[in-house]
Every structure is written in C-alpha cells, then in structure tokens.
C-alpha cells in the first residue's frame, strides 16, 4: 500500500470490565488512522487456550476502512499506541488507588488540617505549605497523579483560608506541572538532555533557573481576590490590569535572576528588580503602584548608567 490508499481489516476484543465500551474507545482511537471505518457485527467467543478457559468471554469485531499507511507503520502505530497507554493506566490506577485510601481514611481531611494548623490561619503560609506539600509530591509522581492526589489532600486546606476553589485547583495544577522542572529530578530537564546529549545537571539547574519567575505565578491569584484576574474571574478592567502587572513582575523577576537586560545587570539592579517584581506579584493597588514606580526607576537607572557608559567610551 506504499504511497496509496487501500483497505485493511483489523479484529479488535476484550473480555475485562465495561467490554462494549472497550470496544468502542477502540474504534474511536482507529478512526484518526483509518478512513471510511466501519464496524461488524459484535460476537462473543470462549478464550482459546490452555488454562485460559476460567477467563470471561470474548467480544470481538472487525473494523474495515482505507488507509494510506504501509502494513508495516500500520502495525508499528497500533503497537506504539497500546504500549503507550500502559504508562496512563498505570499511572490512573495508581492515582486513583492513593485517593480510594486517602477518601476512605480520612487522611486528605487530616492532611489539610495540619497545614491549615501549621499557618496559624495565615493566608501566605497556608498557601507557602501549600505548595511545598505540590512539589514534593510531584518530584515522586507524574503530573497527572500529582494532581490528582493534591486535589483531595491539599485543595481543601486552600479552600478553608479564603482561597476559591478554582484558584486552589489552578495552584494545584500549575506547582504539579512545574515539579517537571524542579530538582532533583526534573524529569523534562533530563529528557531534553538525553535528546540533545547535553549535561542532565547542568541542564536541570539552568532550566531551573529560567522558570523559577513562574513558581510565583500561583501566588498572584491565592493572596487576594483581586488576583484571580489571571484566571479571567472578574471585570474585563480588572483582568486586563492583574494581567498586565502579573506579565510586568515576571519580567522583572526574570531579569533579576537573569541579570540580563539588553546588557548586564549590576547586583543592586539585580536585588530592586526583584523587590520590584515581588511587589507586582501581590496583587494590590499599593503593591501594583510600588512596584511598577521601583522597576521603572531602577529600568532607568540602568539605561541612564549604560548610556553615560557609552558616552565616555566615545570620548575617549
């Protein structure tokens, strides 16, 4: 079938949970590699096979469509795709074991109890705990796991300090993501190190580096309600204002950490940077305002020394 489109027929079965509905996920996943699929009638069949016949039954069909793919990249698509999916169930099933234990004990109410406890009733240490708790979650489990784990055992404990419960589950969601990029394992870091031969540590820390602005993200939309702007919950003015001082305090996080703005950045430039942008990250009138006044007096300071710089080099 190389370069040209032709018919194929493949069985598809199953004998284990909701078979019908196996069935049909099957054919749904078919149809983004085959045209025109159409299903057979269904049969069930007795497993075949010493020692197999204790096993429920079979519910088999044939799918029958036309595609462009050689039998061989067909063969290799379908392989691709059940090996692949081991990794998702397995990860489910685990989640989804953890959380049964966690629901049935008790233990996520316990759990959210401490760090409520442990802030004191403190809004920024409950959500500090927080998302200490996030991280190291994720430094053990995939993203999806650690999610799914953290929303019953960590959410509940936002959720009772005054947090929405959207903005918990985003937090929850985004300190998830980033425990990818968080030492010591930082399993993206080290993927993309293995693809581009490069240095796995040197690669986690400067990757580290880069997103580290991005780890207080979730703090603009937990500390105050005006905050969730980000999340598009309020005003348009409201959100457009939130945004465009959450962008602008990033910006002056990263040049911080950086110490890079159009040239080097000197260290006391570097530190009022960074107060800068941790001012522009809470999101409140009087922090908006101090923040954006020191980030545009120390983004002057440095363009004013870099021109007086320039200046005295031509004169010379």
Same mark, same amino acid.
């Given at each position: 079938?190389?370069?040209?489109v ?8 199953? !004998? ?11 054919? $749904? ?5 085959i045209?025109g ?6 049969? $069930?069949?007795?497993?075949? &096979? ?10 088999? @069909?044939?799918?029958?469509? $036309? ?6 990249? =067909? =063969? ?16 489910? #099933? ?9 629901? *049935? ?22 959500v *500090?705990?927080s #998302? ?7 430094l ?18 936002l ?14 969601? %985004? %300190?998830?993501?980033?425990? $990818? ?15 581009t031969?490069? !240095? ?9 580096? %880069? ?14 309600? @005006? ?18 001082t ?7 996080? #990263? ?11 000197? &260290?006391?430039?570097?530190? *009022? ?5 941790? =001012?522009?990250? %809470? ?5 908006? #305002? ?9 983004a002057f ?10 200046? @005295?080099?031509?004169?010379?």
């Amino acid at each position: 079938m190389g370069g040209t489109v032709g018919r194929v027929a493949i069985a598809i079965g199953a !004998n284990l949970g909701d078979r019908r509905t196996a069935v049909a996920f099957a054919v $749904e996943r078919l149809a983004a590699l085959i045209d025109g699929l159409t299903l057979s009638d269904l049969i $069930e069949t007795e497993p075949d &096979g010493e020692g197999l016949q204790d096993q429920p039954l079979y519910l088999n @069909a044939v799918v029958v469509g $036309e595609t462009a793919l050689t039998p061989r990249r =067909l =063969l290799i698509a379908l392989q691709s795709g059940a090996v692949g999916v081991l990794g998702v169930c397995a990860t489910t #099933a685990t989640a989804g074991i953890i959380v049964g234990v966690v629901t *049935l004990t008790g233990l996520g109410l316990k759990i959210s109890g401490i760090i409520v406890s442990a802030a004191g009733g403190t809004l920024i240490l409950t959500v *500090l705990y927080s #998302a200490l708790a996030v991280w190291l979650l994720g430094l053990a489990v995939p993203v999806t796991a650690s999610y799914i784990i953290a929303a019953v055992m960590v959410a509940p404990a936002l959720v009772a300090s005054g947090v929405p419960l959207a903005a918990a589950h985003m937090f929850i969601f %985004y %300190y998830a993501v980033l425990s $990818e990029v968080s030492p010591p394992t930082a399993l993206s870091p080290f993927a993309a190190a293995a693809i581009t031969g490069g !240095n796995p540590f040197q690669t986690m820390m400067l990757t580290w580096k %880069y997103t580290l602005p991005a780890f207080l993200v979730p703090f603009v939309f937990t500390l105050t309600a @005006a905050g969730t702007g980000i999340l598009f919950i309020g005003t348009a003015a409201a959100i457009l204002v939130t945004a465009a001082t959450a962008a602008l305090g990033i910006a002056a996080l #990263a040049v911080a950490l950086t110490g890079w703005l159009t040239a080097p950045v000197s &260290g006391p430039h570097r530190a *009022l940077f960074g107060a800068g942008g941790l =001012l522009l990250c %809470y999101a409140a009138s009087l922090a908006d #305002a101090l923040g954006i006044g020191l980030t545009a007096l120390v983004a002057f300071l440095h363009f004013f020394g870099r021109s007086r710089s320039a200046g @005295a080099e031509i004169r010379s």
